[in-house]
C-alpha cells in the first residue's frame, strides 16, 4: 500500500492566497497617490545631481560669446531592502475551524503586508524634517530644510520659515515658495503646487480652508484665495498630527518608490507538527532624491 503525504498546505492555499489577494486588493494604496512607483532590476537605484547651463549673457558685438558648463554634484542611493513574515494554521484549527479564523489569520497577513508598506513609504515623509536620522536628499540636507545648497551658489528654502499650522497664511506663503522655486543654477523652476497632503488630523482644517468661498475663521467676509488651488490627499500613516506638505504632480518630484519583488507567497505541510505554513517575501526602496516640486511645515 503507498503512502501519501497529507497535503495539507495544498488544500489550504489557494483560499487562503485568494484572501490575502482580495484582501490587498480592497484597500486602496496611498503610499501610490504621492510616490512615483517604478519597478527595479538591480540591487539599488542610485542618481546623480546635475546643475545645467545658467542664464544667457549679454554678448557686445565682436566679442566672443561666454562659454558655460554644467556642474555635477553628489549622488544618492536607494538600496532595495527585503521583508518576510510567516504564520502557521495548525491541523487542529484546520479540522475544528468553525468560525471562519484561518481566514481571519489571512486577512491579518495581508494587513500586515499592508502595514509595511504604506509605513515605510510614509516615513520619507515622517522623518523629513530631522537632521540626525530624518530623509537626506542627494544634495546633503533633509527633505523639507530651509537652506538647500545650490550647486550654483546660494541656497533655496521648501520649508515654511517658521513651522506654522494649516492654514491660509501657510498655504500662501507655501504656494509663494512654490512659485519662486529655483534649480541649481538659480533660475526659476515655474513648480506648480497640485496637492494638499495631511495626515487624518487635519482633514475637516483641509476642507474648510480648500472649500470655502470666504476666508474660513474670520467674519470679514474675505474672499478666500487658496479655494479649489489645492486637491487634498489624506494618508493614514503620516504620524504627526500637525505636519502637513504641498506637493506638485508626481511628473515634477522626486519621491520614490521601487519594487524589486512585489510580495510573494509560498505554502508547505510542516512534517513535524503536522501543520500548514504560509510565508510572503517582498523587496523594496523608497526614499527622496530631491527637494523640487515639495514643501512642508511641521505644524504646530
Known amino acids: 500500500m503507498s503512502t501519501t503525504r497529507p497535503q495539507f498546505a495544498q488544500l489550504l492555499a489557494p483560499g487562503l492566497h485568494d484572501i490575502i489577494y482580495e484582501?490587498?486588493?480592497?484597500?486602496p494604496e496611498e503610499y501610490s497617490q504621492t510616490f512615483n512607483v517604478s519597478p527595479s532590476t538591480r540591487a539599488y537605484e542610485e542618481e546623480v545631481l546635475m546643475a545645467g547651463l545658467g542664464a544667457v549673457p549679454t554678448k557686445p558685438e565682436g566679442e566672443v560669446?561666454?562659454?558655460?558648463d554644467p556642474i555635477q554634484g553628489g549622488s544618492a542611493r536607494l538600496t532595495a531592502q527585503s521583508y518576510a513574515l510567516g504564520f502557521q494554521v495548525t491541523r487542529e484549527m484546520y479540522q475544528d475551524d468553525?468560525?471562519?479564523k484561518i481566514k481571519q489569520v489571512a486577512n491579518d497577513f495581508s494587513a500586515s503586508i499592508k502595514q509595511t508598506i504604506e509605513s515605510t513609504a510614509a516615513n520619507v515623509l515622517n522623518n523629513a524634517f530631522t537632521s540626525s536620522t530624518g530623509t537626506i536628499t542627494i544634495d546633503g540636507v533633509t527633505l523639507y530644510n530651509t537652506a538647500h545648497p545650490l550647486l550654483g551658489g546660494g541656497t533655496y528654502s521648501n520649508r515654511a520659515s517658521t513651522d506654522i499650522s494649516l492654514s491660509i497664511t501657510g498655504l500662501q506663503e507655501i504656494t509663494l515658495l512654490f512659485e519662486n522655486m529655483?534649480?541649481?543654477?538659480?533660475?526659476?523652476?515655474r513648480s506648480?503646487?497640485?496637492?494638499?497632503l495631511i495626515p487624518a488630523n487635519l482633514q475637516f482644517v483641509a476642507g474648510e480652508i480648500l472649500n470655502s468661498a470666504y476666508k474660513p475663521f474670520t467674519g470679514n467676509n474675505e474672499v478666500n484665495t487658496m479655494q479649489g488651488r489645492l486637491e487634498p490627499v489624506m494618508n493614514h500613516y503620516l504620524t504627526s498630527k500637525s505636519a502637513w506638505f504641498v506637493m506638485s504632480e508626481k511628473a515634477q518630484h522626486h519621491l520614490q518608490f521601487f519594487w524589486r519583488e512585489?510580495?510573494?507567497f509560498e505554502n508547505q505541510d510542516d512534517f513535524y507538527t503536522k501543520g500548514a505554513n504560509f510565508s510572503t517575501f517582498f523587496?523594496?526602496?523608497?526614499?527622496?532624491?530631491?527637494?523640487?516640486?515639495?514643501?512642508?511645515s511641521e505644524g504646530l
Open 182 to 189: 529655483v534649480n541649481e543654477r538659480g533660475l526659476i523652476k
Open 98 to 100: 468553525l468560525y471562519g
Open 65 to 68: 560669446l561666454k562659454m558655460d
Open 192 to 196: 506648480i503646487p497640485r496637492e494638499l
Open 283 to 296: 523587496r523594496f526602496s523608497t526614499g527622496a532624491w530631491y527637494w523640487h516640486g515639495t514643501c512642508g
Open 23 to 27: 484582501d490587498l486588493e480592497d484597500q
Open 262 to 264: 512585489q510580495p510573494s
